[in-house]
């Protein structure tokens, strides 16, 4: 018998594939009884070619019936060995680490998140005290130019102070303060002729 | 029968044979099979350390980040109060400035003490919203020489009395 190597005996020896080479030795003999219920047909024998054929169907059978037990076997050797490994010690430490990785990743990106939002609410707060400030200075204006619309009423001419208050109510609307400075510095200037 | 029998009794040999062998290979190498079992636990072993050793370091510099970071978000979120309350205080100096110049200068028009709150307000806010530092002290430079000398000539006209602040009016027509 010749030496069978290390590799072989290590691996090749478990069940799964000592079934292998059993449905491999099955198929060889299967195939041995169809050539040999040929030649005994082409012999002219009565009943043995029939007999043998039927044998060698048989033997086929259990070779792939052997060969599914193996594959189904090996299948679940690995399955099982997958399902070990999964738990055992490494695999679980390495998932712990990954883990706590992943967990520095988000903390660094939800400072960032954080710090992002303290400065939007803080600054749309400045905006907040910065548009009722505006809006109390163009109160504080608008009533400064009303006031001196209706002091000037009687001096200007008729059509200016139209256009004076036509200008107003245009600023008022658009809430445009700068245009309110330029009016009651127009006022101021015809009022200083 | 006997067909089957002379069939059998060599393939039952053969598979004998070959268990035979197999247990023989085995008894051959039982010590370096339990030394590489052994080495293969020692390696695991070692490695579930070494990651042990790693997580537990990693977990201290995630307490350790944590800390840090809370720390950071309660200073800056401090600093922005402060900055909101300045700005507060900032808007209400402004205001108090305006109505200074109007005590301080009877005559002056009312387009003129507007319009200089007015610019004192666009410089505040130049300056607020400016991203780079040094055009940011520069701007706070103007702002801050703009009210000192308004107010200085607030404080004169109200000693000795005056028309125009025309210090301040020509530091506006420049800026």
């Avoid at chain 1, 006031?147 to 609307?173: A, G, V």
């Avoid at chain 2, 059998?8 to 070959?18: D, F, I, K, V, Y």
């Avoid at chain 2, 051959?28 to 537990?56: N, P």
Wanted: proline letters at 3%; hydrophobic letters at 45%.
């Amino acid at each position: 018998m010749p030496k069978i190597g290390y590799n072989s005996h290590f691996i090749v020896d478990s069940p799964p594939f000592v079934l292998i080479r059993i449905c491999l030795l099955l198929i060889s003999c299967a195939f041995a009884a169809f050539i040999a219920s040929d030649v005994l047909l082409r012999l002219g024998l009565p009943w043995l070619p029939e007999t043998i054929t039927q044998l060698g169907l048989f033997i086929l059978l259990l070779a792939f019936g052997a060969l599914i037990v193996s594959g189904l076997a090996l299948i679940g050797r690995q399955v099982a060995q997958a399902v070990k490994d999964y738990f055992s010690g490494p695999q679980t430490r390495l998932r712990k680490l990954l883990f706590a990785q992943n967990r520095q990743l988000e903390l660094a990106r939800r400072f960032q998140a954080k710090k992002w939002q303290l400065g939007f609410v803080y600054e749309n707060r400045r905006r907040r005290l910065l548009a009722a400030d505006n809006q109390k200075s163009f109160d504080a204006l608008a009533k400064a130019v009303r006031k001196d619309l209706r002091l000037l009423k009687k001096r200007s001419p008729k059509d200016i102070h139209q256009q004076w208050r036509r200008e107003l109510s245009h600023c008022q609307r658009r809430q445009d303060s700068g245009a309110l400075l330029n009016l009651q510095q127009k006022i101021a200037a015809w009022n200083s002729r | 029968m006997s067909i089957l029998k002379k069939l059998a009794l060599p393939l039952l040999r053969l598979w004998h044979s070959m268990k035979e062998e197999n247990l023989n290979w085995r008894l051959d190498h039982h010590g370096q099979q339990i030394r590489l079992r052994h080495a293969h636990q020692l390696a695991e072993q070692a490695l579930a350390a070494e990651l042990a050793k790693k997580t537990t370091q990693l977990e201290h510099e995630l307490a350790l980040m944590k800390a840090q970071q809370d720390t950071e978000l309660n200073l800056l979120k401090t600093r922005c109060q402060q900055d909101i309350k300045d700005y507060q205080q900032y808007l209400k100096a402004l205001e108090q400035l305006k109505a200074s110049i109007q005590n301080s200068y009877r005559q002056l028009p009312e387009a003129v003490a507007f319009t200089i709150h007015h610019h004192a307000k666009q410089l505040l806010n130049q300056m607020w919203e400016c991203g780079d530092y040094q055009q940011k002290m520069l701007y706070e430079m103007q702002l801050l020489n703009f009210m000192t000398t308004l107010h200085e000539e607030a404080q004169l006209a109200q000693r000795e009395g005056g028309v125009l602040p025309e210090k301040t009016l020509g530091l506006l027509q420049r800026q």
